[in-house]
């Protein structure tokens, strides 16, 4: 099994920024690619951005030049640095792990974005 814990949410005004992490633990030898996605009050769970293991990067088009993912492989962590952020980025975020054909999922954290 493999364990994912989100951290690093909050309360930003428009225009802020917020660094989120997932930390990884268990079974997480041949883990390859790891998302962020995020589920805002009423709407479908949405992907946001995803890093493989070798470090390619992609990302949602409402997030392109905002938001940055980045792995360390060697300390089980991944982020996701958000950057001008807007209200309608207001959304519960989740890290997603792949290994082979299953997903895991942390818990969440909140981001609420508001003046």
């Known amino acids: 099994q493999v364990q994912l814990v989100e951290s690093g949410g909050g309360l930003v005004q428009p225009g802020g920024s917020l660094r989120l992490s997932c930390a990884v633990s268990?079974?997480?030898?041949?883990?390859?690619?790891m998302a962020w996605h995020r589920q805002a009050p009423g709407k479908q769970r949405e992907w946001v951005a995803i890093?493989?293991?070798?470090?390619?990067?992609n990302y949602a088009g409402s997030v392109k030049g905002r938001f940055t993912i980045s792995r360390d492989n060697a300390k089980n962590t991944m982020h996701l640095q958000m950057n001008s952020l807007k209200p309608e980025d207001t959304a519960v975020y989740y890290c997603?792990?792949?290994?082979?054909?299953?997903?895991?999922w942390g818990q969440g954290t909140q981001v609420t974005v508001s003046s």
């Open positions: 997603q792990a792949v290994r082979g054909l299953t997903a895991f």
């Open positions: 268990g079974s997480s030898d041949s883990i390859n690619a």
């Open positions: 890093v493989t293991k070798l470090g390619t990067t």
